[in-house]
């Protein structure tokens, strides 16, 4: 029976989401296909880690090694090399994650299966491996096949499918399989975690966020987006490009390299909604989202849209907010 | 230390209303601004500051037609000391393993120490030719690079993690590093130095001087084929607002009144 391989993403102990967003993605490949879903944990003590995914899957492969103790790409291939080789399966699945994106490409070019990275849709059509994916920050959707191969290789996007347990638990099996690393990989050593700078500004704890982005276009129109959040006592915050610019600091920064917010309000100025940031603030109550581009990914996650230089609606919202604070007083 | 930057000329899109082609398989270009791509404008910097302080050369590389030349004077005129530009009709339709191919074939020849990547490109967005290149090369890599400290023989890098974490990793050089955006200011150009990069000269290279031969290249060597492009089925859509500035202002404050948000 075919197989169809989810490698499990962990960190400090942790199981992170993508593994089970994967492990119901892939079942329904499975089941579709007539093929064996199996998670592959590789760690140190994580047995007990083994046991959740085997709620999961019908078989886990655990592999343990101090070496292994945290996540090294090269010890990754050597060891996943090897049970590819040996299990030869139709699919092997990773997060597109700072995990995935590390190991995949580079295992995928030694084994030379084909891989496509940061799909939102993956399905067998007959034995061909067929994807979606986007392009040019998510504006544009692909459909892409892989070429003809025994094994393919994909890595997934975070949040894009919803993670279900299966009813009853798929009570797999669990395989433990001695470490084939003999050595340190020398070439590639972790050394340590480094933690964000403690920040001055928690915006995970405001109630009203006004979030900016590449849109602002100059620092020099900063201090006007600082005053439209003063006027409606909300707390600045901003996408991934103004950090990198320097703008705000990155204690600012919603999406998944920075926070996850979810407050009563989120006014998106300049922001075209790229799925990093998107991730960090689709919860909040309120989005009001203002943006040039019709087309913007973030007007399918706003819950009103203005299609409108946000120079020109920024001045106007801040004298109306005051008009009514004035009258209100 | 001489560094290697693999770069790539694309559309400005952020900001851009995008049309697909007839062809269904790419995007309309006519009427988009194209650059160097925002990743590798870091990479780029990077690896000039690594040059202003160790010494060395830059060498910067990229595939693609005459056009990209503007992306490669760029880097000339930021401090790059040689250009090569791989070009063939044969390239066109190359995924991220082609695209490493062609890079491979070319930068085995050079001496390096050190390769720099963007750590994607803002069109396909694949995040994958810097690790493929580095299996290819036989040299160690990292990915979502966020700083680089050079010491003999090593480097000291922080990757970027998730939620604001990143790791600090030893790797042995030469080595391939592929580089996240805000590593770096990248710095402007003056217009002295776009005048100096005028004169320089860049080397020009097509598939037969590469070794490779037509099945190693474009769909043919590729991984992952293109079937269609189209525009993102909308599940749901925001209630736009529309009118005059303050017309809008006036409905969103009664918005926010509603909801007690003001």
Known sequence: MAKIFVLAEHRQGQIRDITYEMLT???????????????????????????????????????????????????????????????KPSLVMMGH?????ELAPRLAAALNTPLATD????????????????????????????????????TIRQATFTPQKPEPPANGQITET????????????????????????DITAAEKLVGVGRGVKDQANMPIMEE??????????????????????????VGSS???????????????GAFQHVLGMKSSDLIIAVNKDPKAPIFSFANYGIIEDLFKIVPSLKNKVNEFKTQKA | MDVVVCVKHVPETAEAELKIDASGKTIEKTGLVFDI????????????RIKEKQGGTVTAITIGTQDTESTLRKCLARGADTAIRLTDPKFENSDAYATAKILHATIKTLHYDLILTGMQAGDDGNAAVGPILAEMLGIPHATMVKKIELATGTAKVNRELEGGLEEQLEIKLPALFSVQTGINEPRYVSIMGIRKAMQKEIKIMTLAETGLTENDVGMAGSWINIQKLYVPPVEK???????????????????????GLI
């Open chain 1, 228 to 253: 439209l959040a003063k006027t409606l006592g909300a707390v600045l915050a901003c996408s991934r490009p103004i950090v990198d610019k320097g703008w705000l600091p990155s204690d600012r920064q």
């Open chain 1, 97 to 101: 994650t700072s995990y995935g994106i």
């Open chain 2, 37 to 48: 791509n925002e990743w590798d404008d870091y990479a780029l910097e990077e690896a000039v």
């Open chain 2, 237 to 259: 859509q925001a209630e736009f607002l529309k009118g005059t500035p303050d017309e809008i202002a006036a409905k969103l404050t009664d918005i926010l009144k509603s909801r």
């Open chain 1, 258 to 272: 920075g926070k996850t917010v979810k407050p009563k309000l989120y006014i998106a100025l300049g922001i075209s």
């Open chain 1, 25 to 87: 993605k892939a079942r329904e490949i499975a089941e579709k296909t007539n093929s064996e879903l199996t998670a592959i944990i590789l760690g140190n003590n994580i047995a007990e880690q083994a046991k959740t995914l085997a709620e999961y899957a019908k078989t886990v492969i655990l592999v343990q090694d101090p070496r292994l103790e945290n996540f090294n790409s090269e010890a990754y291939k050597k060891i996943l090399t090897k049970l590819i080789t040996e299990h």
């Open chain 1, 119 to 154: 799909c939102i849709d993956l399905a067998f059509e007959g034995d061909t491996l067929t994807v979606t994916r986007q392009m040019y920050g998510g504006k544009v959707n692909v459909k892409a096949t892989a070429r003809k191969a025994e094994t393919y290789m994909a």
């Open chain 1, 178 to 201: 001695p470490s084939p690393l003999t050595e340190e990989t020398t070439e590639k050593r972790f050394l340590q975690y480094v933690l964000p700078p403690p920040g001055g500004v």
